[in-house]
């Protein structure tokens, strides 16, 4: 006898007598999905460029995408924010960036409504409303979609995945992380990875196998019920991780440079259709220096660099190969809507040069190639954080000009897949209409016949921005319904309209045609110069590498893109305009507790993320812990800070107290007792005080004296010639040991304390120990 069900909201129609035998039972509706309704997958890559899938003129074997876009569809006119954090906001919401607070990453949140980076609840996420119609909602990977300072254990969690429509996850919460040693989190809590490194572990490997099982978890329990799932690897972002294998299948292939890559790629691209047979490369960027001109150590670097990139993104596609044939194995390809698409361009955080350290990048302090060359043989596997140089950036975008960050082509414009067998007649054919990711949620509910809900969980929600493109499918010819399309990125503007495109750079249209450096803010005065001298003009929709600058010949047009680029920056929430880097990153947020100068951890609780970790860079502090050691020696970390791509570390090691400051991976400075710390219960201390002013510029965090007190007695002290100036990524604070990657060689992770372990406070007041006794003692010593 069927079940009698009623909807939410609806009366109840059953019958309610004195007893129950005299009454109809009916329940509340089970939301369901429409019999036969597609799984959705989104495959989501991280800082890869136009010209980086196979299918896309590559030289880098990407066979699983390639057969995506063979059995499906191949778009070339598809467009992101440039900048990762803003264009997973478009994808989730189906709303412009600032809609969603997005302005920048989250890390560079300020206080305005377009930029504090709390998405609306009134922009609902594609999973909330997939939801209410009887799917299962899974988000694997990458999210950073929340104000950094939410990330710690303290939450609040309304705005981690689950508070967002997700019923399960497992990836990392923030931009990045490192792939052999994650930051993962499952769920709400902190989990560590399944395996190390040299058990064969690789976090792309991981998230391929947990999204299987999510998948495997439900279908056990209801076959016929739809999934729709998030696939956000951390690849290509850096580090640029991959087993050396993966790298070593690319010797020879990239030898020739960065130039013959992008001849031979744009080539490919006509070949294959996603270029036009008129289109023009564009230049030869000004900040990539000609491939001939390189040393050859510099060439050596460069090429084992982008071999391992090729590697990592080759590696990242077998994984997602293997997720499609189990898709496969239990006979949901074929009904399953997939779309890839990545979050911006090629990325330039690796410097002119590459970088064996991308924090090196954040915090202005790039090692030379004498430094760099050294690693060479070790460039993908754990103890480096590398990322390549700017001329496989730019080539890694061709045909289009600059990169990630920029709102020029290069970085707003990026590869799309589509693949739906069972929805989509046609097979491996090119796309030419218009398209953003604000358009990725309309077409998605265009397909499945779902109408953006009023509501959701009692919030009114507001209009989606975006316009389905789900009428492309089957018609190759159909028009373009996405007309205008602003752009804003740390300054940089620009604006789409029906085939013409106006940009304007920010501080230039390179780093060194550019009168002002990167970062320098943009006022009003600065402004209205812009507004009247600096707007490019192309016209895209025959010139598709904006490679002519129209803007004397048509003045106004380019008048009229101006007007409507400020119009559409009133009705989205772009102003006001904040080119600001590095101030951004550091100004004071809302924190979930009152500032304070004083942290008291624990051993066995979660690492704290940076964004709510004490602030103890340029500035003095002490680390002082509270311990019991028994009489046979204990011996483990106290309190640290970071990785082996820099961060701190306060231990016990063959007895004796140290304290290592790991500068960006580049040295370690260390202070350590000379004799063993006795048994018994022991307050042990360490103290930093600057000798001098921090150079962020030059990428310097202040010089100091480093000293170590047993029972406030000093035991120990050293000079730090310079420390970490800016940030420490990875940078969780962690007490009783050092998960992941280890901040020195000194030890293995996790290096748990052995000892009791009471409390460790960090305490950022200023107010340090003074022994002069033990001072003057330790000064003559050194004599």
């Given at each position: 006898?069927?079940?009698?069900?009623?909807?939410?909201?609806s009366?109840?129609?059953?019958?309610?007598?004195?007893?129950?035998?005299?009454?109809?039972?009916?329940?509340?509706?089970?939301?369901?999905?429409?019999?036969?309704?597609?799984?959705?997958?989104m495959?989501?890559?991280?800082?890869?460029?136009?010209?980086?899938?196979?299918?896309?003129?590559?030289?880098?074997?990407?066979?699983?995408?390639?057969?995506?876009?063979?059995?499906?569809?191949?778009?070339?006119?598809?467009?992101?924010?440039?900048?990762?954090?803003?264009?997973?906001?478009?994808?989730?919401?189906?709303?412009?960036?600032?809609?969603?607070?997005?302005?920048?990453?989250?890390?560079?949140?300020?206080?305005?409504?377009?930029?504090?980076?709390?998405?609306?609840f009134?922009?609902?996420?594609?999973?909330?409303?997939?939801?209410?119609?009887?799917?299962?909602?899974?988000?694997?990977?990458?999210?950073?979609l929340?104000?950094?300072?939410?990330?710690?254990?303290?939450?609040?969690?309304?705005?981690?995945?689950?508070?967002?429509?997700?019923?399960?996850?497992?990836?990392?919460?923030?931009?990045?992380?490192?792939?052999?040693?994650?930051?993962?989190?499952?769920?709400?809590?902190?989990?560590?990875?399944?395996?190390?490194?040299?058990?064969?572990?690789?976090?792309?490997?991981?998230?391929?196998?947990?999204?299987?099982?999510?998948?495997?978890?439900?279908?056990?329990?209801?076959?016929?019920?739809?999934?729709?799932?998030?696939?956000?690897?951390?690849?290509t972002?850096?580090?640029?991780?991959?087993p050396?294998?993966?790298?070593?299948?690319?010797?020879?292939?990239?030898?020739?440079?960065?130039?013959?890559?992008?001849?031979?790629?744009?080539?490919?691209?006509?070949?294959?259709?996603?270029?036009?047979?008129?289109?023009?490369?564009?230049?030869?960027?000004?900040?990539?220096?000609?491939w001939?001109?390189?040393?050859?150590?510099?060439?050596?670097?460069?090429?084992?660099?982008?071999?391992?990139?090729?590697?990592?993104?080759?590696?990242?596609?077998?994984?997602?190969?293997?997720?499609?044939?189990?898709?496969?194995?239990?006979?949901?390809?074929?009904?399953?809507?997939?779309?890839?698409?990545?979050?911006?361009?090629?990325?330039?955080?690796?410097?002119?040069?590459?970088?064996?350290?991308?924090?090196?990048?954040?915090?202005?302090?790039?090692?030379?190639i004498?430094?760099?060359?050294?690693?060479?043989?070790?460039?993908?596997?754990?103890?480096?954080?590398?990322?390549?140089?700017?001329?496989?950036?730019?080539?890694?975008?061709?045909?289009?000009?600059?990169?990630?960050?920029?709102?020029?082509?290069?970085?707003?414009?990026d590869?799309?897949?589509?693949?739906?067998?069972?929805?989509?007649?046609?097979?491996g054919?090119?796309?030419?209409?218009?398209?953003?990711?604000?358009?990725?949620?309309?077409?998605?509910?265009?397909?499945?016949?779902?109408?953006?809900?009023?509501?959701?969980?009692?919030?009114?929600?507001?209009?989606?921005?975006?316009?389905?493109?789900?009428?492309?499918?089957?018609?190759?010819?159909?028009?373009?319904?996405?007309?205008?399309?602003?752009?804003?990125?740390?300054?940089?503007?620009?604006?789409d309209?029906?085939?013409?495109?106006?940009?304007?750079?920010?501080?230039?249209?390179?780093?060194?045609?550019?009168?002002?450096?990167?970062?320098?803010?943009?006022?009003?005065?600065?402004?209205?110069?812009?507004?009247?001298?600096?707007?490019?003009?192309?016209?895209?929709?025959?010139?598709?590498?904006?490679?002519?600058?129209?803007?004397?010949?048509?003045?106004?047009?380019?008048?009229?893109?101006?007007?409507?680029?400020y119009?559409?920056?009133?009705?989205?929430?772009?102003?006001?305009?904040?080119?600001?880097?590095?101030?951004?990153?550091?100004?004071?947020?809302?924190?979930?507790?009152?500032?304070?100068?004083?942290?008291?951890?624990?051993?066995?609780?979660?690492?704290?993320?940076?964004?709510?970790?004490?602030?103890?860079?340029?500035?003095?502090?002490?680390?002082?812990?509270?311990?019991?050691?028994?009489?046979?020696?204990?011996?483990?970390?106290?309190?640290?800070?970071?990785?082996?791509?820099?961060?701190?570390?306060?231990?016990?090691?063959d007895?004796?107290?140290?304290?290592?400051?790991?500068?960006l991976?580049?040295?370690?400075?260390?202070?350590?007792?000379?004799d063993?710390?006795?048994?018994?219960?022991?307050?042990?201390?360490?103290?930093?005080?600057?000798?001098?002013?921090p150079?962020?510029?030059?990428?310097?965090?202040?010089?100091?004296v480093?000293?170590?007190?047993?029972?406030?007695?000093?035991?120990?002290?050293?000079?730090?010639?310079?420390?970490?100036?800016?940030?420490?990524?990875?940078?969780?604070?962690?007490?009783?040991?050092?998960?992941?990657?280890?901040?020195?060689?000194?030890?293995?992770?996790?290096?748990?304390?052995?000892?009791?372990?009471?409390?460790?406070?960090?305490?950022m007041?200023?107010?340090?120990?003074?022994?002069?006794?033990?001072?003057?003692?330790?000064?003559?010593?050194?004599?």
């Amino acid at each position: 006898m069927p079940v009698n069900e009623y909807k939410s909201g609806s009366a109840f129609p059953g019958v309610i007598g004195r007893t129950a035998d005299v009454s109809s039972p009916a329940w509340p509706e089970q939301p369901r999905a429409v019999p036969g309704a597609p799984n959705i997958l989104m495959i989501i890559f991280d800082d890869t460029g136009y010209g980086q899938f196979g299918c896309y003129g590559s030289p880098i074997r990407t066979p699983h995408l390639d057969s995506l876009a063979a059995g499906g569809l191949l778009y070339n006119n598809m467009h992101t924010t440039a900048l990762c954090s803003p264009s997973r906001s478009c994808i989730m919401t189906g709303r412009n960036h600032h809609s969603n607070a997005m302005a920048a990453i989250t890390e560079m949140a300020t206080g305005f409504p377009g930029y504090n980076g709390n998405i609306p609840f009134e922009n609902g996420f594609i999973s909330e409303i997939l939801l209410q119609h009887g799917y299962n909602t899974y988000m694997i990977g990458k999210w950073h979609l929340m104000p950094s300072e939410q990330g710690s254990p303290a939450g609040p969690y309304n705005r981690w995945p689950l508070g967002r429509g997700f019923e399960r996850f497992y990836g990392f919460l923030g931009g990045d992380t490192d792939q052999y040693y994650p930051e993962l989190v499952s769920d709400n809590h902190q989990v560590d990875p399944p395996a190390t490194p040299e058990e064969g572990y690789h976090l792309t490997q991981d998230l391929a196998e947990r999204a299987m099982t999510f998948i495997s978890d439900a279908k056990q329990a209801a076959p016929d019920k739809p999934f729709y799932l998030n696939f956000s690897t951390g690849a290509t972002h850096a580090p640029h991780h991959v087993p050396r294998e993966w790298a070593d299948r690319y010797q020879g292939v990239f030898d020739d440079g960065w130039d013959a890559y992008r001849e031979k790629t744009f080539a490919n691209q006509k070949r294959l259709g996603v270029a036009p047979p008129d289109a023009v490369l564009s230049r030869h960027d000004p900040d990539v220096p000609e491939w001939d001109s390189l040393t050859p150590d510099a060439r050596r670097l460069a090429i084992r660099m982008m071999e391992v990139y090729a590697g990592f993104l080759s590696h990242t596609d077998h994984q997602v190969g293997r997720l499609l044939d189990y898709l496969r194995e239990i006979g949901e390809f074929d009904n399953t809507l997939i779309m890839v698409v990545s979050d911006n361009g090629a990325s330039a955080e690796g410097g002119v040069t590459g970088t064996t350290n991308e924090a090196q990048f954040f915090n202005n302090a790039a090692e030379p190639i004498e430094e760099s060359i050294r690693a060479i043989d070790e460039l993908g596997g754990p103890d480096h954080f590398n990322h390549y140089p700017w001329g496989w950036t730019w080539a890694g975008n061709t045909p289009f000009r600059r990169w990630k960050r920029e709102t020029y082509r290069g970085g707003a414009s990026d590869p799309f897949l589509v693949h739906w067998p069972a929805g989509i007649q046609a097979r491996g054919e090119v796309r030419t209409q218009y398209a953003h990711l604000v358009d990725m949620t309309p077409t998605i509910l265009d397909a499945l016949g779902i109408e953006p809900p009023a509501t959701i969980n009692g919030v009114a929600q507001s209009p989606m921005h975006g316009v389905s493109f789900a009428h492309t499918f089957d018609d190759p010819n159909a028009p373009t319904r996405h007309h205008t399309q602003y752009f804003e990125m740390l300054g940089h503007r620009a604006i789409d309209h029906d085939g013409w495109r106006a940009v304007c750079p920010w501080p230039g249209q390179s780093f060194s045609e550019a009168e002002q450096p990167f970062g320098t803010p943009i006022t009003a005065d600065t402004l209205s110069q812009l507004d009247a001298h600096a707007w490019e003009l192309y016209h895209v929709a025959e010139d598709f590498a904006e490679t002519r600058d129209l803007s004397a010949e048509h003045p106004d047009k380019l008048t009229e893109l101006v007007t409507l680029w400020y119009s559409e920056a009133g009705k989205y929430g772009v102003l006001p305009i904040d080119s600001s880097t590095l101030a951004r990153m550091v100004v004071e947020r809302p924190q979930i507790s009152k500032e304070r100068t004083s942290y008291t951890f624990r051993p066995g609780t979660q690492s704290l993320p940076s964004s709510v970790a004490p602030r103890i860079l340029n500035r003095p502090h002490s680390v002082t812990a509270d311990v019991d050691l028994p009489d046979e020696g204990a011996e483990g970390v106290l309190m640290c800070q970071g990785s082996g791509a820099g961060g701190w570390s306060f231990y016990i090691k063959d007895g004796r107290l140290a304290y290592v400051h790991n500068y960006l991976s580049r040295a370690l400075h260390t202070v350590s007792t000379p004799d063993t710390v006795p048994a018994g219960r022991h307050e042990l201390r360490f103290e930093f005080q600057p000798t001098g002013e921090p150079d962020l510029v030059h990428g310097k965090g202040t010089p100091g004296v480093a000293q170590l007190y047993i029972d406030r007695r000093l035991v120990a002290e050293a000079e730090f010639p310079v420390t970490t100036p800016i940030m420490f990524n990875p940078g969780d604070m962690t007490c009783g040991a050092n998960p992941g990657h280890p901040v020195t060689a000194e030890y293995h992770s996790p290096f748990r304390f052995t000892g009791t372990l009471h409390t460790v406070t960090i305490d950022m007041s200023g107010d340090l120990i003074t022994d002069p006794e033990s001072e003057m003692r330790m000064h003559l010593a050194r004599q």
